[in-house]
């Protein structure tokens, strides 16, 4: 993966630009849904760009990417786009946009609505806003250090996570049994294990739920840097924890853990680095 974009020094980005950044990029992810809907619920050609396995990218998939670089380029010329299906175009300013046109394709392409489109922006070091739209339900998740809050039919709302802080009685989510390693795959066993309940299948929408405080924790593997960057701004500034399961940064993908509460964050992560009974 190219990550030519992260750079040994952050790039200041005032309270004032960083509200601009977040007007063009919440009117590029919502511009992009015309093209997302479009081809939602209908029959779409999936292609499979996986060498092995299976990892589908559709038509819209690189429609929408298009149209979200195309609108970012025009309107934050100075800054980069690193995407998933067209890769990093570099800008002059030091700051990148991290996108994902349609994260959750395997809901897309069976027609459940939980994908969604996510841009995060990075001033080199580490993501400073993240939004993920989904256009169906009509869902605008937003977050930096401005706050947090979701936009739908008009109303906007705050975002804070719940106050759960015992596992027993968390809310866990991870994608899919299919993302683990086998030694992974047994670490996680012992955090659901110990969780409330689990569910799986939700991709970036368990993110926002956890969020919004209807979900409690998520734990995932195998990670790409476009599917969380936009995620865990929003998360942080919803007053959420996320940390790989060595408990330093997860934003440039492979293992993650999102909680609601620090002491939340701070049992699974023990569970997953083998350090509890």
Avoid at 132 to 159: H, I, K, M, N
Avoid at 201 to 212: I, S
Wanted: aromatic share 8%.
């Amino acid at each position: 993966m190219n990550l030519d974009f992260l750079q040994s020094e952050p790039i200041a980005v005032s309270d004032a630009e960083l509200a601009r950044f977040e007007r063009h990029g919440c009117d590029a992810v919502r511009g992009s849904a015309t093209i997302s809907l479009a081809h939602f619920r209908q029959d779409l050609a999936v292609d499979n760009k996986a060498a092995s396995g299976f990892d589908p990218v559709t038509e819209a998939d690189r429609a929408c990417e298009a149209f979200i670089r195309e609108q970012l380029q025009r309107d934050l010329p100075g800054c980069g786009v690193f995407g998933e299906e067209a890769g990093y175009t570099p800008g002059d300013s030091g700051l990148t946009w991290v996108v994902d046109p349609i994260d959750g394709t395997r809901s897309y392409v069976c027609g459940v609505p939980l994908w969604g489109t996510l841009a995060g922006l990075s001033d080199g070091r580490a993501p400073v806003l993240g939004i993920l739209y989904q256009p169906y339900t009509d869902e605008l998740f937003v977050g930096s250090r401005l706050g947090a809050r979701v936009e739908r039919g008009g109303e906007t709302t705050p975002l804070r996570t719940s106050s759960i802080t015992e596992l027993s009685a968390a809310r866990l989510f991870c994608t899919s049994f299919e993302i683990f390693t086998p030694a992974e795959r047994s670490r996680f066993d012992v955090v659901a294990d110990r969780a409330r309940l689990l569910r799986t299948g939700a991709d970036c929408y368990a993110y926002a739920m956890l969020a919004a405080g209807h979900a409690d924790l998520v734990v995932e593997a195998g990670l790409q840097c476009y599917d969380i960057y936009a995620l865990i701004p929003i998360i942080e500034a919803a007053g959420g924890m996320v940390s790989n399961w060595s408990g330093g940064d997860a934003s440039l993908g492979g293992t993650l853990v999102a909680a609601a509460t620090p002491e939340l964050h701070a049992q699974a992560l023990d569970l997953l680095r083998g350090e509890a009974p």
